[in-house]
C-alpha cells in the first residue's frame, strides 16, 4: 500500500484560490477515462485524510457524502457529519496517526486530499509516499498554495489528460490572443490544428533519503 496526495493545482502552485474557490479547476476540460484521471485513482484507495478547509468544502459542495471510505479529518474544530458517513476527527502530527489510518484503508491506498500544508506534514514525517499533480492551464496569482515545503522529489510519469485535436478554419482565430503574437499565423482562409484544453499530469515520487 502507498500514501498518496493527489490533487489538481494552478501553473503557479495553488490548490485553490484564497477564497477557497474550485472554479477555474471545474472551467477545465477532463476525461475521465484518460491518464491519471479520477475514477480509476479511486478505485484503489481505502482511506481518504483531509484537512478542516477541505472537509469544509465538500460539506458545503456536495448535496450527499460522496465517499465509502472512512475520511480523516486533520482539525481543531468541531464539524457536523453527513448522513452514512465514515468520518473521524483527529489532530496532532500524522506519525502518531498512520498506523490508525493505514489499518483502516484495508490493504488498499491512503489518498491525502489536500490541503498542501497537510501533505507536507505526511511528508515531513516520512508518511507520504507520491504527489500526483494535475496542472491546469491557468494561474491564480494567489491562493492556498500546493505544498509549502522544500522537498527533493522523483518525477515518475507524465500525461496530457485530453489530447485531442480538430481541424478549425483560421477566421475562427482569436484576435489578440497572445500565442498570436508569436507568429504570424497561417494564412486567412487556410484551416490549422487546435488543441482542446485539458490538464497535464505529473507523477512524483519522494526520494526515500529526504525521510
Ligand atoms: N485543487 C484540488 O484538487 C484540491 C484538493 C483538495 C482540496 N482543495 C482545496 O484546497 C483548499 C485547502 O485549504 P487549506 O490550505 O486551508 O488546507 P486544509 O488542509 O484543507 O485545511 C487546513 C486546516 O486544517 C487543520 N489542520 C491542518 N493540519 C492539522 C493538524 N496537524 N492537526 C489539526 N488540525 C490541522 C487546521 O484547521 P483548524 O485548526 O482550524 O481545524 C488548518 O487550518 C480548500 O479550499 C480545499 O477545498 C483543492
Known amino acids: 500500500m502507498a500514501t498518496h496526495f493527489y490533487t489538481a493545482a494552478s501553473l503557479d502552485g495553488f490548490i485553490a484560490t484564497a477564497e477557497h474557490s474550485l472554479d477555474w479547476l471545474f472551467a477545465q476540460d477532463f476525461d475521465v477515462a484518460g491518464p491519471m484521471a479520477y475514477p480509476a485513482f479511486i478505485d484503489r484507495i481505502g482511506a481518504l485524510v483531509m484537512g478542516a478547509s477541505t472537509y469544509a468544502w465538500l460539506l458545503s459542495h456536495q448535496a ?117 503574437h508569436a507568429h504570424r499565423g497561417p494564412p486567412a482562409g487556410s484551416s490549422r490544428t487546435r488543441v482542446d484544453r485539458g490538464t497535464g499530469s505529473g507523477l512524483f515520487r519522494i526520494d526515500p533519503s529526504q525521510r
Not at 77 to 104: C, K, M, Y
Not at 141 to 167: E, M, S, T
Open 64 to 180: 450527499k457524502w460522496e465517499h465509502s471510505q472512512p475520511a480523516w479529518v486533520f482539525t481543531h474544530r468541531e464539524f457536523s457529519v453527513p448522513t452514512g458517513a465514515d468520518v473521524r476527527f483527529i489532530q496532532g502530527r500524522p506519525s502518531e496517526h498512520v498506523d490508525l489510518i493505514n489499518a483502516s484503508a484495508e490493504g488498499k491506498d491512503v489518498w491525502v486530499m489536500g490541503g498542501g500544508d497537510l501533505a507536507a506534514q505526511f511528508a515531513r514525517d516520512g508518511v507520504l509516499d507520491e504527489l500526483w499533480i494535475q496542472f491546469a492551464p491557468v494561474t491564480l496569482g494567489a491562493g492556498q498554495p500546493l505544498f509549502p515545503r522544500a522537498l527533493q522529489l522523483d518525477l515518475i510519469d507524465v500525461a496530457r489528460n485530453r489530447v485531442r485535436h480538430r481541424r478549425v478554419h483560421t477566421q475562427d482565430r482569436r484576435v489578440g490572443h497572445p500565442l498570436d
